[in-house]
């Protein structure tokens, strides 16, 4: 834990690698096609169905479109993560 | 000839060496005797005849021949350094809805009986331009730089080259300055080619020399400089030869990722 606060502390990012991780991401919601509308559609929609079953927090919640695999330039399968904080099991 | 193969030079973003590559490779695969016919698809920017130093010899253009208001044969600029070199130009003072994709396709079919090698120079862009390069095309070199923007329009231009059915895609990273990417303030090779996937033709070294060369309107592939023995690697590349990275063309940690993907082509 502490190891790791420390490199944090002491050795800033290269430009270089900044440049590569926005790109992944930026990249990520480029292939998918899916505009950020849609995406917030999805996320109600899916709060909605959990909220049947127990309490979430669901302005925390968060969804995502990831690529699983390389080689096929990540677009062939395209996975849906969804991170959502439950408050409590019981409804 | 009916085995002569059609290349588009592509890139998306404006700016990042379309027009140099393809007068570079262009007049490299000369050099090796081929018979090389580069068309310059910018209609209303038209560049490669500068670049190519024969801007003071057009007559005819690209849009003439699809028109019909000259044979095919007539809007064909002769190299004169190099025997085999042959430019048609695009016309300045149209725009680009004077080609369709079947138009151009009807062109290409036409020259691939005479040529060995047909390059096309797109234009930037995503836009009828794009679409009128890439439609008589079977393979295509995207040009990027090591930067944000450029690789992200480079990436966008591959998923549209996918959905249009190519098979063969190659990358050539142009500019890269390998100083930076040492002190970390920019992406090496590997990264950009980790990003995109796209095997790796090659990596071309900013050089000054590039700037003279367009200045005087002579491709400088083949020179001796870093630029000029990049684009002459690029050129056995194409036709197939396995051509190892130029010690000063690669940053470091470089070497197995990029031979990794260039096998697989």
Known sequence: MRKFNMKRFFRRKSSREVARDRLKILLISDR???????????????????SKYMKIDSTNMEIQINTKGKGNRGIKNPTLYANIPILDLRK | MSNSEVIVITSGKGGVGKTTTTANVGTGLAKMGKKVCLIDTDIGLRNLDVVMGLENRIVYNLVDVVEGNCRVKQALIRDKRNPGL?????AQTRDKSAVSPGQMV?????????????????????EQGFQNAIAGADRALIVTTPEVSAIRDADRIIGLLEANGFKQMDLIINRLRTDMVRKGDMMSASDVVDILAVPLLGIIPDDENVVVATNQGEPLVGHDCPAGRAYSNVVRRIQGEEVPFLSTEKGFSFWTKVTGIFHKA
Do not use: R, W
């Open chain 2, 86 to 90: 042959y430019l048609m130009p695009s």
């Open chain 1, 32 to 50: 998918v096609n899916c505009s950020p509308e849609m995406m917030e559609l999805i996320k109600t929609d899916i709060a909605k169905v959990i």
């Open chain 2, 106 to 126: 009807k062109v290409i079919e036409h020259l691939k009986e005479q040529f060995d090698y047909i390059l096309l120079d797109c234009p930037a862009g995503i």
